[in-house]
Each structure stands twice: as structure tokens, then as C-alpha cells.
Nanobody, 123 residues
């Protein structure tokens, strides 16, 4: 299984980014896909996830600014981040959890992880 995250970069506060995570080596449509982030000196935290049925869950700090979506035909999950803030600066990781419909916010529940893509928001 490989998860390849992309789309990060340097953005000014108030801007937007769309992160992508391309998956291979798994039956993508049967996996819950999640995004987590880790800021410098902080623990990895849940951002958003989408299950096999398209149900979504968001962390409270990002609700209203972030949209997660998936394209099963392309084996790709997306994370649209709007109104970026300096506090959004982090490495963003995509993760996959098989078969379970319940959307977990715990990183330990996800079996596979991508390498991460760095998002830097300047003030």
C-alpha cells in the first residue's frame, strides 16, 4: 500500500490550498481515508476523514474552513483548506483505515500512512 500526498506549499494567511493523496495497492473504495497534521513541536492531530459511504468528520478547529472529498475512480482523497491561518502550518499526512465505517479521530486506528506534505502559512 502506498499513499502519496501532494499539494502543500507556502501560502499567505487567508489563502487556500488543495491537498491530494493518491492511493495504490489497496481497494480504495473500502477504506476510510483521513487527514492528520503535525505542527513543529506538537503531536499529530486529526483534521478530517471520510468513510466508504462518503460520511465526513472534521476536527473542531477546522470546521467551516476545510472540506474533505474522495474520488474512488481516481483512488484519491482531497483536502480543501480555505482561509488559511498561520496556525495551520504543519506537515499534513493522509491515512487509510480498512473496512470500518466508524470514523475514528485516533491516529492509531489507521493502518497506512503517506509521507506527508508541508503546508506553511505566512502572516
Amino acid at each position: 500500500v502506498q499513499l502519496q500526498a501532494s499539494g502543500g506549499g507556502l501560502v499567505q494567511a487567508g489563502g487556500a490550498l488543495r491537498l491530494s493523496c493518491a492511493a495504490s495497492g489497496l481497494t480504495f473504495s473500502t477504506y476510510t481515508m483521513g487527514w492528520f497534521r503535525q505542527a513543529p513541536g506538537k503531536e499529530r492531530e486529526f483534521v478530517a476523514a471520510i468513510n466508504q459511504n462518503g460520511s465526513t468528520r472534521y476536527a473542531d478547529p477546522v470546521k467551516g474552513r476545510i472540506t474533505i472529498s474522495r474520488d474512488n475512480a481516481q483512488n484519491t482523497v482531497y483536502l480543501q483548506i480555505n482561509s488559511l491561518k498561520p496556525d495551520d502550518t504543519a506537515v499534513y499526512y493522509c491515512a487509510a483505515r480498512p473496512l470500518i465505517l466508524i470514523i475514528s479521530t485516533e491516529a492509531r486506528r489507521y493502518d497506512y500512512w503517506g509521507q506527508g506534505t508541508l503546508v506553511t502559512v505566512s502572516s
